[in-house]
């Protein structure tokens, strides 16, 4: 397929999202560009202590002023920004990694292998959102990788809770039986069939987190337990900037409002995304049987990320919602 | 006026009435007691009528005791000297009154246990037998008297009417038994009195104690946390939970409150304020914003920037302390077991800049060992100038790497920076440091841990920030021990010099306050050489409080002292 | 019903069983020997060989592992956690003291969100598209997408440094307890609005209500007797976890308030790597989890006779 008609159906695609959709991936567009290269554009050094300047006032020079070191708070906003934003990435893509293994087990292995993986997940789901994370992150260590770490390993059971009914559901389908039949491996099956198939959905599961997940990584480094000093990260900023906010609040009211911006940004593009896959699958009226356990179709997974209530299946959702901050 | 001068001014003040105090009555004595007049400052050991004028407690107005020899050389074996109070107290009698409403972010009391918990004094809940006054002077205080009978014998008398919470006399024995619990249970306690001390009980409230050798710091140890006086609150108990403070705790809840009554029978009479809550906000923004709001009436040790946010309702003044700042170096290990390295590091960092970073500038940039104008002889030991840094690097075979950093041999001047946020203005220092000294050639990790200790005691470290009350005692020899000499509590970095071991001996047995001070100089020029570590700043001891609520505060420079019985409320 | 009410509660043990494992785990993978740190913090100074060795005999720590987790789960299930390496004192206190602090928080902050919303998320449906649906789902984006320790500053910034209006810290009085609960009602409202607004418009899209309307009846008495008896039970599904995830998950709020709930307790525990409280919370957050899950469980039950089949 030539590359042209593939950015068309790709605008075309992006044409028909909700305009909140748009607005939204727009914005997030400009963030991911601003922590890519903002700290290049902007000349000014996130790291460049200038005590002679410290606790100044905004300025053409620097448009937020500067930190208790003299240190220009847009350039540290900018820097703040990829580690942000490259921390989520990184514990979405770790989070599903482990989410698709332990679901593809659960799916594929013996009855034993998944009542242990099922029992494990509903017993980390009734685990409240941060507290296990901080709790892994000060025992390991406080650093950046490891609070990454101690994100993944807290809060991989929602994802591989979907993926194991999303594979289940695959599985039982015509194709992947006769494969079977035709004497595929496992690993063929899984790799071949299963996952180009559940890609689209698995995509969405890691976005629909990617949000909760910055408001974690910003909870956490507000905390002591993230990036440590000097390199920028929005929550630490947040913290550094409490011993001088009754007199320079902006220099905390600068990095919220980029947690939340970022988080809003994510979450709308997320919805807008959604909504719009799960239109195309379900265009044709056809609704999916409401099975028990293994009824899980795209516009449940849709459900349990979003998170809409479902009696049997709920503790799932929700686990970096807003309350857990 | 502005806090800057404030500090200057109430530093001025306090060294006049030092001074004066020393002119008025410590002169005066120490020739009576001791005939030499050597108005050496910091070491007079009674707090004379400087005290008497401006003490925290009106029950005492100490005045010296001679009691059985006449003035002699230093040296003299039969020389005596002491500490009294007046034995007859003027008690209180006005009835408690008021409620005072505190917040606290560290050094909260875990458990109302003198063995198991040594933040009780700063609450007025422990007393010690002597204590130090807001000048640095040492003055009785559980104890009426202390008398040096010969070099190497004290006796202590217990004031009348002293009593414990539970009703009953403090006696001789208690004493004796207090102090034997404290050896067991604080291994620093040995270093200071020697734990083969000979105590007998001279009568009721008079205990004798025979030191193996001759003890010039026996009298400011009774000052020591360390040697509080408690007793166990069942008979026979290992605990030490029934003290003789002037408050005592009704409620205590971990981590989160703690709630103080007068003890109506202590001996001073019931102490001034009805109820004491004292609440533990670790956040130092909340604290402050809690003191703006009224919800609290007092604040003490707050990160001195916030000086500014007060409005006219507060006040709030920042005085000089005895805490020092400073930087605790891994002798054991590369880099720093290169003395060219250490001295090198010290010398390449600017003390004014992280004064001004972490302080607000509201401290001094510190280049000696002790805190100046708190009492001690000190000398500068180290200096800031980036130049002669490089340079010690060159001579001592550094080469500037390709990427800006140092090496030698193939090591590189790389190494990490500890941090711990307890004291909001250790990280602030590090992350400086760590800037400051890249042009020099050092690549610095800063990272920022709940716990030091922990780490340190791993050996897995490099440096470590710190501070440091360099002043419990008021007298050098505790310190220096702790931070210079072999297994000394401070000495993480497993310092061991043997002349300053010797010289640490030396002071142990030395009683003449002036020859004590000299061999504390001494010790501080083999500092000077050794580098064992960097002293930044000394910050200021921050309080604020709700005006015409709070009353009779005076600020200590020790901050084992907070709650007196001269705080009252309106 | 009995029947119903019995598999529940067996389905409860499984959990909590895992649970307990995994905060055996934890306190296994944690460096530093306990003995030591409790010696240290029951007060002794100079610790001896011979003391640490008695007190790993007395903590059984030389075992194999699964004798030791046996051993630890017999004395769990006696209420006793261990003490704190810190405070030295038992677990148990620590939570029992603290505990009824956090339960008023969360249940003011569930009430105070339910309160408003499960009507506005209501009419947000039945109102597809107007003004209120618009509203309802700008609030809802906004509470999910702002951090809550966040809020918790700017709260104590304006309404306690600025206004002077209400205290800068949690306290146990009514002020007090106005802006925690306040900022966790915000995030705690952006879900629930959010929650209720998609259970009405699949209750909406059910076929009985086509029918309804089709008979002729009015908008409000489909709504009362067709539409809200229907969603009641969801809705009360989402408020138990809810409520549940604010008796644990509040702890960052708790901590920036200093409220004496044990979030802050947990906080406070993790940063300083005393593990046997860690685990205290893992297990007292399970416990409220299941609890409140069982309630949410049976209430629905009773209202909902369709669940009880299942």
Same mark, same amino acid.
């Given at each position: ?325 | ?570 | ?174 002020? &007090?307890? @106005?802006?925690? /609960?306040?900022? #966790?009602?915000? !995030?705690?409202?952006? $879900? ?6 998609? %259970? ?32 009641? &039970?969801? @809705?009360?599904? /989402?408020?138990? #976890?809810?409520? !549940?995830?604010?008796? $644990? ?6 901590? %920036? ?37 069982? /309630?949410?469980? #049976? ?12």
């Amino acid at each position: 397929m030539p590359v042209q008609s593939r950015v068309q159906r790709f605008s075309s695609w992006i044409s028909e999202l909700h305009p909140t959709g748009r607005i939204a991936l727009s914005l997030l567009l400009c963030l991911v560009l601003l922590a890519l290269f903002g700290p290049w554009v902007w000349g000014q050094g996130a790291l460049d202590q200038h005590v002679e300047l410290r606790l100044s006032n905004p300025s053409l020079h620097h448009p937020l002023g500067t930190d208790s070191y003299g240190r220009d708070i847009l350039a540290r906003l900018f820097l703040g920004a990829r580690w942000s934003l490259l921390g989520a990435a990184l514990v979405c893509a770790g989070v599903s990694t482990i989410g698709f293994v332990l679901g593809t087990l659960a799916a594929f292995g013996n009855r034993f292998v998944d009542t242990i993986i099922g029992r494990l997940i509903e017993a980390l789901l009734a685990l409240p959102g941060l507290v296990p994370a901080l709790a892994l992150t000060a025992i390991l260590g406080p650093s950046f990788p490891n609070l990454l770490l101690a994100l993944i390993v807290t809060s991989w059971p929602s994802s591989a809770r979907i993926f194991r009914s999303l594979i289940l559901r695959e599985r039982e389908a015509g194709y992947v039986e006769s494969a079977i039949a035709l004497g595929a491996s496992s690993r063929v099956v899984i790799f071949r069939h299963i996952l180009p198939n559940i890609f689209g959905p698995a995509l969405i599961l890691a976005t629909a987190n990617f949000g909760g997940v910055i408001l974690g990584l910003a909870s956490l480094s507000f905390l002591g337990l993230g990036m440590q000093p000097p390199t920028p990260e929005w929550g630490r900023m947040i913290n550094d900037a409490r011993a001088y906010f009754q007199r320079y609040p902006w220099q905390m009211i600068a990095p919220g409002l980029c947690i939340a911006l970022t988080v809003l940004a994510v979450n709308l593009s997320g919805d807008a995304l959604r909504d719009r896959i799960a239109g195309e699958r379900y265009s044709k009226r056809e609704m999916p049987p409401r099975s028990r356990r293994a009824g899980s179709t795209l516009r449940d997974v849709a459900a349990q990320v979003s998170p809409l209530p479902k009696l049997t299946q709920r503790a799932a959702s929700g686990r970096f919602s807003g309350t857990e901050m | 006026m502005n806090q800057v001068e404030r500090i200057r001014i109430s530093r001025r003040l306090q060294r006049r009435t030092f001074l004066g105090g020393v002119a008025f009555g410590g002169v005066s004595i120490l020739l009576a007691a001791c005939g030499d007049a050597m108005p050496t400052p910091g070491v007079a050991p009674a707090g004379s009528a400087t005290v008497a004028a401006t003490s925290m407690a009106p029950a005492s107005s100490p005045a010296m005791s001679s009691s059985s020899a006449s003035a002699g050389s230093p040296a003299s074996p039969t020389r005596a000297m002491g500490l009294a109070g007046t034995p007859t107290v003027a008690r209180r009698t006005a009835a408690p009154r008021g409620e005072l409403r505190l917040a606290l972010g560290f050094d909260f009391p875990a458990k109302i246990d003198a063995l198991k918990d040594t933040h009780l004094m700063p609450y007025g809940l422990l007393e010690t037998l002597t204590r130090q006054t807001p000048q640095n002077t040492l003055e009785p205080w559980l104890a009426e008297q202390v008398t040096r009978v010969d070099p190497t014998t004290w006796r202590v008398t217990v004031r009348q009417g002293a009593k414990f919470w539970d009703g009953s006399a403090v006696t001789a024995d208690d004493i004796i038994a207090a102090f034997q619990k404290n050896w067991a249970g604080f291994p620093d306690a040995k270093g200071i009195i020697s734990p083969d001390t000979k105590m007998t009980a001279i009568d009721q409230r008079t205990v004798e104690f025979k030191t193996p050798a001759p003890s010039g710091i026996f009298p400011y140890a009774l000052s020591l946390t360390l040697f509080g006086i408690h007793k166990p609150s069942t008979p026979g108990g290992a605990d030490g939970g029934i003290l003789t403070g002037p408050y005592r705790a009704t409620k205590l809840v971990v981590d989160n409150e703690l709630t103080l009554e007068p003890f109506a029978d202590h001996w001073g009479g019931p102490a001034p304020i009805a109820k004491i809550s004292i609440r533990f906000v670790p956040d130092p923004n909340a604290r402050l914003l809690a003191l703006q709001s009224g919800d609290i009436d007092m604040l003490y040790n707050f990160p001195p920037e916030s000086l500014k946010s007060f409005d006219s309702a507060v006040e709030a003044m920042a005085t000089p302390s005895g805490r020092v700042d400073l930087i605790n170096l891994n002798l054991k290990r590369p880099p720093f077991n290169d003395r060219v390295v250490r001295e090198a590091f010290s010398t390449a960092i600017d003390r004014a800049i992280l004064n001004t970073v972490g302080l607000d500038g509201r401290g001094v940039p510190q280049y000696t060992l002790f805190p100046t104008g708190v009492g001690f002889e000190t000398i500068p030991i180290q200096t800031y100038d980036q130049a002669k840094a490089k340079q010690l690097l060159e001579s001592g075979g550094w080469q500037v790497g390709a990427d800006g950093v140092r090496v030698k041999d193939g090591q590189r001047l790389a190494f990490t920076l500890l941090s711990y946020p307890g004291r909001a203005q250790l990280t602030p220092y590090a992350v400086s440091i760590q800037s400051q000294l890249k042009p020099v050639g050092f690549a610095i990790e800063v990272k920022e841990v709940q716990n030091v200790t922990e780490v340190t005691k791993t050996g897995d470290w490099d440096a470590t920030m710190k501070s440091n009350n360099m002043l419990p005692t008021g007298d050098p020899l505790y310190e220096l021990n702790r931070l210079l000499g072999q297994g000394g509590g401070d000495n993480v970095g497993q310092y061991v010099n043997l002349q300053v071991e010797s010289l640490l001996n030396d002071l142990r047995v030395e009683l003449d306050p002036a020859q004590r001070q000299q061999l504390s100089l001494k010790i501080q020029e083999i500092a000077k050489t050794d580098v064992p570590d960097v002293f930044l700043a000394v910050g200021p001891i921050t309080t604020a409080y709700r005006k015409g609520k709070v009353r009779g505060y005076t600020p200590h420079p020790n901050d084992s002292y907070l709650i007196s019985t001269d705080l009252s409320v309106s | 019903m009995s029947r119903f009410l019995i598999a529940r509660l067996l389905a409860v043990f499984p959990v909590l069983l895992v649970i307990s494992l995994l905060a055996f785990g934890l306190q296994a993978i944690t460096p530093g020997d306990p003995a030591i740190l409790l010696l240290q913090a029951s007060g002794v100074e100079t610790i001896t060989p011979e003391a640490i060795q008695a007190k790993r005999a007395e903590l059984h720590l030389d075992d194999p592992l699964p004798v030791r987790y046996t051993q630890w789960l017999v004395g769990a299930l006696h209420g006793d956690f261990g003490r704190s390496f810190r405070s030295y004192e038992p677990v148990t206190n620590l939570y029992r003291d603290r505990i009824a602090a956090t339960a008023l928080l969360a249940l003011c902050a569930a009430s105070l969100s339910a309160l408003f919303a499960i009507p506005l998320g209501m009419t947000a449906a039945y109102w597809r598209g107007s003004w209120l649906d618009a509203l309802a789902q700008v609030l809802a984006v906004i509470g999910s997408a702002v951090p809550g320790f966040w809020v918790a500053l700017m709260g104590i910034y304006f309404l306690a440094a600025r206004l002077h209006w209400l205290p800068a810290f949690g306290t146990l009085t009514m002020k &007090g307890v @106005i802006m925690p /609960v306040g900022v #966790l009602a915000l !995030a705690n409202m952006a $879900t629930l609005t959010r929650l209720t607004r998609g %259970v009405v418009l699949d209750v909406l899209s059910q076929p009985f209500v086509r029918v309804a309307r089709a008979k002729g009846l009015s908008t409000r008495e489909i709504a009362i007797r067709h539409v809200f008896p229907n969603t009641l &039970g969801p @809705i009360l599904t /989402v408020l138990g #976890l809810e409520t !549940a995830h604010l008796m $644990t998950g509040a702890a960052v709020v708790e901590y %920036v308030f200093a409220w004496p709930g044990i979030g802050k307790l947990a906080v406070d525990a993790a940063l300083l790597r005393d593990t046997p409280v860690i685990v205290g919370f893992a297990i007292a957050a399970g416990l409220i989890f299941v609890t409140l899950n069982l /309630v949410v469980d #049976l209430a629905v039950g009773t209202v909902d006779p369709r669940v009880r089949s299942v």
